[in-house]
């Protein structure tokens, strides 16, 4: 197998890892950011504050974006599985 295949694979299945971790990522950060200025403005430096609403969107987030998720790492199984003699040469 040509090292331009295995970047190829390890190019494809880092950008899908990136694709699905993303969005939940992404809102976690955004929740993280809005706690951390209430907990500014004010001064309640608990942990807890910051903890279970960020777990609580992030859960929220998995629990609705999970269906889109299955299908897209579905295709994305299918696709490379489907041109898988490719990489047996």
Request: net charge positive.
């Amino acid at each position: 197998m040509p090292m331009e295949q295995i970047v190829g694979l390890g190019q494809k299945s880092l950008m899908e890892v990136l694709l699905l971790a993303g969005p939940i990522l992404g809102i976690a950060i955004v929740v993280s950011l809005l706690i951390n200025i209430v907990q500014v403005l004010t001064s309640l430096q608990e942990v807890t504050i910051s903890t279970v609403p960020r777990l609580l969107a992030s859960a929220t987030a998995l629990f609705v974006l999970m269906p889109w998720m299955w299908r897209h790492l579905g295709q994305f199984t299918v696709q490379m599985l489907s041109d898988f003699r490719i990489y047996l040469r």
